[in-house]
């Protein structure tokens, strides 16, 4: 998730774009986000997702496996999955972030306490991990399919990557340049010709080049991107495409398999295609990401509808009880559209990104921040039952946010993503800045005719007004790029007094600015119903509403006590409102039956009667407790 | 599977009817199924599949894993999962109902071969399996959860019934009363309170019990039976419902959790009620059926949801694309809904029972028995691709039969099934016969006023006439029940040339027969559309056809070259009809679109030209090669 800071400009390595430069990203301590729906998860996030993080860690036994490699005696007492390091090197990239968004001595002392502690389970050559190579262990790199060993140093190095990118080179940095060193002599083009089966090394050494200037790194991610899909690694149950190892990432015609493992792939490829001037593999990976999203994503941005091996599933197969839409694979998402808006500038990957962040990353912590969902289902069926706050869960049995769980990558991701975010405000190119997301912020840019700084004020998502004030500007004409979200058909643009139509896409302001302009943007953000295509299965004969960015769900709480959601049916020409509290809208309360057997020789015909539900975000849903839920509401036609 | 020939008379222990005495078996040698749909796969089960299995069996080790525990080498080179050894027991209990269905010396050597194997696995105190106590291994019972070791013996029991069923005793039979006698030793009123992680051996128990008349294997199944549910085993990340050790089953609403075990322990649990005269525990049982299905059960029949543990979803839970219905839950099902028919008289157990072998059993292993579908899915997204006819293949991956499986307990299941099927055509009561499945076959039947002879013509499925001659009879008056099946309104019964109209249900003919009269059943076995509730999300919007107790379902092959089964609609008031060939239905199909986001403001609409399709019966599915499929047929509405 480091991307934001790619290109970042302090250590930055020689940068080869493929394209006519497209965009650059704003440097996370030039963008901040002051109030609002963001500000407030970045303030939950650093003042107590971080610390919730690190003390569950603590208590599950994952920061000791570093002490007891150090002390020799890991083979006998090594706690968590293999890769419960990751999880360390995910909290230590959040913390990185979090201090480089606001220095705090504090965050920086938590982070060189936690890099100390790393540091002593690293070996001469380099090599680190808490669960192969120690006595009583199975040997370094014996289960390529599922040992983890290389995807924890990706995280490792990402981590490193957020530190080279603040506070430039410290102690995180050696270790990680250590151990990426040890990656290109046993994995290099005369090491060992395999690949991990959780790809993330790959984004780990990209990054880890751009940020150092070491090319070595680069190659070795490009290495291990062309040894994969040549089923380098064994045969599973699931087939090799869980790994994406069934076919080479340039024959690949949609991402398919474990969705984080696609994602974090696809995101890697992504930075190789831009940094090894590739223009055909980055066009592979966009229409990659095209077929994707046009027939494997769910309305809330979610990715994988399979449980068992957490995967996509085949075209349109999305079913809204079954989603697994894992949170993680909501955050590696974000990844790949963020370097795809990078390299190409198109602004429908910045639309995906706010579908995602709104829709799937911010439904995953509870206001708190100490809950995950791990799992983002768009239909609960059984009444969700709330998991025990001082108790590991298990992923996606519950319907609850759980504090943690066994295999808990969730919530360092959403550290790492939320501690990150106001880099994705906006990006930066020859001609001028480039808003992609809306929150009330500041933003600095450096132009190459000058500085620039904007103001952004808005209550957005709850309302689609925005104003952007120019509060520093060059003498020169640029350009200022708004992006109009895809749904928002109707919006307008006011400059100076004069109001223009803008159309889905990309709207730009080119003029002269002076210091105290305005620009307003107004976004029509009612609440509206969408249609599912035909053949998604699972939703047919169901509709969603959303209002801007946000998509609604109806839960039990809503109904007349008793009621499930899946006795409302709305009629006809159902129309969502604004209503004091939030939306509303009228549908029929189908009477509960009882039929010996679901299947009839003619549609089933209940007794109704009218009723009206408030719909709230999903994002915070359960937030009012156990119940059932839904995103698409059964729709008479 | 032995079900067919509890209370077979032979060696029948004393049994204590729930109620008013309900229904009793036709032994296996006095119903014969001479031709037609079953006929022909008795025929290819019997000269086919019993030495396809244990061909695979020897060619992947599970029957040298005997071999190995007498010769002491068993730590090193056990072949297998936990429950290999079931498979060995589940082919002996096949090929003991096919010896006695016909007795033929080559499958009684077979046996006695096969028994010879397993035998001298088995030590001085009783206890048998390969996978632990040995030396090398883990402990016995070091496993409840996973072990399968009671599993295991549960269905040595079955096959030992089905010797003692038909030559009556042998070296099988005192293997098995060896074990059974461990069990109850080491886990009886005193002994280990715990419970197999997977249910089975209940119901070799109660089985055993009845055919030897030993109360003691009664009473450690009630134990069994009883000690479940109060969290006995450990937790796991599906919670305890996967096996059925979340609440009693007196407390129990429903099946939940993974299928097959549900359905065994609920199997075993009928005839502990019907053995132990509790009414109660049978009237909670039948309701568990009825809430299963009347919620959680497709239109094949088949059960369980979820891949990923196997499990009954939720309520309506009922995906088409994600179906497991897995083939040993089809034919567990069919083993409940024997003893619930049995014990209570009620024709809709037989129903169920109709349903699912002609739609799940029948489905899974192909024309020539050598290969089997492990799922049944109703919907197959992506074409199919064709296992290797000499590779084991991973369980639900593929579209086609595939010839073995890692977990291979489908073939052998079917097989016995197959083998023991004559016993489930008729049953007798004080008052007459019943006969409950339809094929051309000849049927005896004990009654206390003499011996009564039936012989049955017909072509069903494919026709709906059934004739049934009276052959032999006593002079007294009895009645002849024949089930109407619940879709089989306007179904007639001809007696002595008097026509009369019969409802679904049970339809008697009381009277004093005689050599020669004529009963003839006429079903309306038109093709019908069929309609799910609206409960049930997955296929919303869409209808099936069905045709007599067959489910049709579209393939890809039958449509335009390249086009898809989604992109096939059906106007309103579609009809299907029979043409020469088969089922014929008018649709609509639609152009293949390509949008960029499957979701709109607007329902998207679409080209689409007329075409006809050809539907074919569910259970040849894919014997035409690779494609694409579905049961639920796009509905305009």
Not at 182 to 194: L, M, R
Not at 525 to 542: K, N
């Amino acid at each position: 998730m480091t991307s934001p800071s790619v290109h970042l400009g302090q250590t930055v390595a020689p940068v080869v774009p493929v394209e006519p430069t497209p965009l650059m990203p704003v440097a996370i301590g030039d963008a901040h986000i002051t109030s609002g729906f963001w500000a407030q998860r970045q303030r939950v996030n650093r003042h107590a997702t971080l610390q919730h993080c690190e003390y569950w860690m603590g208590r599950v036994g994952w920061l000791e496996n570093f002490d007891a490699v150090a002390a020799g005696t890991i083979g006998d007492v090594r706690k968590g999955r293999e890769f419960a390091d990751s999880e360390v090197y995910k909290l230590l990239e959040a913390l990185s972030w979090a201090h480089a968004a606001a220095p705090d001595p504090d965050l920086d002392a938590r982070i060189q306490a936690l890099t100390e502690r790393i540091a002593q389970a690293q070996t001469a050559d380099g090599y680190i991990g808490t669960k192969f190579g120690s006595p009583g262990q199975e040997p370094r790199y014996s289960d390529m399919e599922w040992g983890h060993e290389l995807y924890n140093v990706g995280h490792l190095l990402q981590a490193a990557v957020a530190r080279l990118r603040s506070v430039r080179d410290d102690r995180l940095v050696d270790i990680a340049r250590r151990a990426a060193d040890h990656v290109c002599a046993t994995f290099g083009p005369h090491g060992s010709q395999t690949v991990c089966g959780h790809p993330e090394i790959e984004l780990g050494l990209v990054e880890f080049a751009r940020a150092t200037g070491d090319q070595r790194y680069l190659h070795q991610a490009e290495l291990f991107l062309e040894r994969r899909g040549a089923g380098t690694l064994a045969e599973i149950e699931w087939g090799r495409s869980y790994f994406q190892d069934d076919v080479p990432i340039r024959e690949a015609q949609v991402l398919r398999g474990h969705a984080v493992r696609a994602l974090y792939l696809t995101a890697a490829a992504v930075d190789v295609a831009v940094d090894t001037g590739d223009g055909e593999l980055l066009r592979i990976l966009e229409r990659q990401w095209a077929n994707t999203v046009a027939r494997r994503t769910y309305l809330t941005g979610g990715m994988g509808s399979h449980h068992q091996d957490e995967a996509f599933g085949e075209d349109f197969e999305l079913p809204a009880d079954r989603a697994y839409c894992e949170t993680c694979a909501g955050v590696a998402s974000v990844m790949l559209s963020w370097r795809l808006l990078l390299a190409t500038g198109d602004v429908r990957y910045a639309d995906l990104m706010e579908r995602t962040l709104y829709n799937i990353v911010a439904v995953s912590p509870s206001p708190e921040g100490t809950a995950f969902f791990y799992a983002n289902t768009l239909h609960r069926r059984a009444p969700s039952t709330a998991s025990a706050d001082d108790e590991a869960s298990p992923r996606a049995s519950s319907g609850m946010r759980a504090p943690w769980f066994e295999v808990s990558c969730c919530p360092t991701n959403v550290a790492r993503t939320f501690a990150s975010l106001s880099a994705y405000l906006a990006t930066t190119s020859a001609s001028g800045v480039q808003v992609h997301q809306y929150a009330t912020s500041t933003i600095g840019a450096a132009l190459d005719s000058g500085q620039v700084r904007l103001q952004v004020q808005t209550e957005y998502p709850t309302e689609g007004a925005i104003v952007i004030t120019i509060d520093e500007t060059p003498a020169d004409e640029w350009e200022l790029q708004l992006r109009i979200p895809s749904w928002a058909t109707g919006a307008t643009v006011d400059v100076a007094g004069e109001t223009t139509p803008a159309s889905p896409g990309a709207f730009t302001v080119r003029r002269r600015f002076a210091a105290g302009d305005v620009v307003r943007l107004e976004l029509p953000i009612a609440p509206r119903i969408t249609y599912p295509d035909g053949r998604v299965d699972a939703v047919r004969g169901t509709v969603a509403v959303e209002r801007g960015p946000l998509v609604y769900c109806l839960e039990s709480v809503a109904l007349p006590a008793g009621a499930h959601v899946d006795q409302f049916v709305l009629p006809t020409g159902a129309d969502p409102r604004d209503t004091e509290d939030g939306v509303t809208i009228d549908g029929i309360l189908e009477a509960a039956r009882d039929d010996a057997w679901p299947y009839s020789a003619h549609p089933t015909i209940t007794r109704r009667q009218q009723t009206s539900a408030f719909l709230v975000p999903y994002h915070s849903w359960a937030n009012q407790g156990p119940g059932t839920m839904r995103i698409w509401l059964r729709h008479e036609r």
